[in-house]
């Protein structure tokens, strides 16, 4: 096998339009164009989302194709998020995808976002430390709360998730019921910072087993709201760094409950985060504090490794392709996937 492997990663699966080339385990380029026009809407619209994707993908790999400073025909693969996500989005960049493989006549990989989270651990980035198998991993992001047991790059089992709402919802509508403007979680993030994360108690969902659940929380804040501001109007204006500061509070209590149960369960104490919401400053603190009070081993990735992106899908395309896991022509893309 040749020395380098260059792969063309391509990601669609909301409203995030990426394409990344990486030499190996390394990121020659990650670009992501990211659609604002969601923002009067307060949440994203499914047909705008793939109206846009088809506007953006070509000159995305364009560009990410310049920036690695190679030619379309140095190029060993291309994989692309066949799911889970809007179907419309996945399939602009699942059907441009297949037309590129078929027109270079290289390899086409398929790739599931949840694992890609996960996953993107293992590029290679100065300053960050790869996981060591068996760990555990939290994904947290706008669709998904789970924790996976990953034993291998090919070996992931879900042993935890959510029964209804996932963390980053959570976030998003408790911030739509302050007022503040949509993506709403970055939002409660940075007033939380300001406030006291003791201020006001929410009361914690009980739960069978590593599994979550976040809707009865959410109605716990609209009526906590509901009910001050009937009393004071001014209510969330005046303290609005202290809400924010007890939604995020009790949302990391709920996560780090369920992370140390599973760690008791499985005795595997090596921790990986990853998804959109492992971004929250919040998150990372109490994460990293854990290594001193729990003993683990924590990994947290790049931030721009986070959110969605092709680079995190373009790591499980090469390790894919070392194993000559190929993908069909005919594969389809898939709103819902099995892990």
């Given amino acids: 096998m ?15 339009t990426s394409a990344a080339v990486l030499c190996n385990d390394k990121v020659l380029s990650n670009i992501v164009a990211r659609q604002s026009i969601h923002e009067e809407y307060g949440g994203v619209v499914p047909e705008l989302a793939s109206r846009a994707h088809q506007q953006n993908i070509v000159p995305v790999i364009d560009v990410a194709i310049k920036k690695a400073g190679i030619s379309k025909e140095e190029l060993d693969c291309i994989s692309f998020t066949q799911g889970p996500g809007l179907m419309g ?12 493989s078929m027109a270079l006549n290289i390899p086409l990989i398929a790739v599931n976002h949840m ?18 198998f068996p760990f ?7 669709g998904h709360t789970q924790i996976v047991q990953v034993n291998s790059f090919f070996d992931l089992k879900i042993i935890g998730e959510t029964t209804d709402d996932a963390v980053g919802e959570a976030f998003d509508k408790s911030a739509k019921i302050l007022g503040l403007p949509y993506p709403g979680g970055p939002l409660i993030d940075k007033y939380a910072n300001e406030g006291n994360p003791k201020a006001y108690k929410f009361t914690k969902p009980k739960v069978d087993g590593l599994n979550f659940s976040f809707s009865g929380l959410k109605t716990q804040i609209l009526y906590f709201i509901q009910k001050s501001v009937a009393t004071n109007p001014n209510f969330i204006e005046e303290n609005r760094n202290d809400i924010c500061a007890s939604i995020q509070y009790t949302i ?11 760690v008791t369960q499985t005795g595997i104490n090596r921790i990986a985060i990853g998804g959109g919401v492992s971004a929250n400053s919040g998150i990372r603190k109490t994460l990293k504090e854990a290594e ?23 790591i499980v395309g ?3 392709f070392l194993e000559n896991n190929f993908s069909k022509n005919t594969i ?6 099995e892990f």
């Fill in 292 to 314: 001193n009070k729990y003993g683990w081993t924590t990994y947290i990735p790049k931030f721009e490794y986070t959110t969605d992106n092709a680079a995190m899908i373009g």
């Fill in 115 to 132: 694992k890609a989270h996960i996953l993107a651990h293992f590029i290679d980035e100065e300053g960050f430390e790869k996981p060591t």
């Fill in 332 to 337: 389809v893309s898939k709103a819902r996937i």
């Fill in 89 to 100: 989005s996945l399939l602009v960049g699942g059907s441009f995808a297949k037309s590129m």
């Fill in 318 to 320: 090469y390790y894919n």
């Fill in 136 to 142: 555990l991993a939290l994904t947290i992001s706008g």
């Fill in 2 to 16: 040749k020395k380098n492997i260059y792969t063309l990663a391509i990601e669609s699966s909301c409203d995030d």
């Fill in 252 to 262: 990391i209590t709920i996560l780090m409950d369920k992370l140390k149960s599973a």
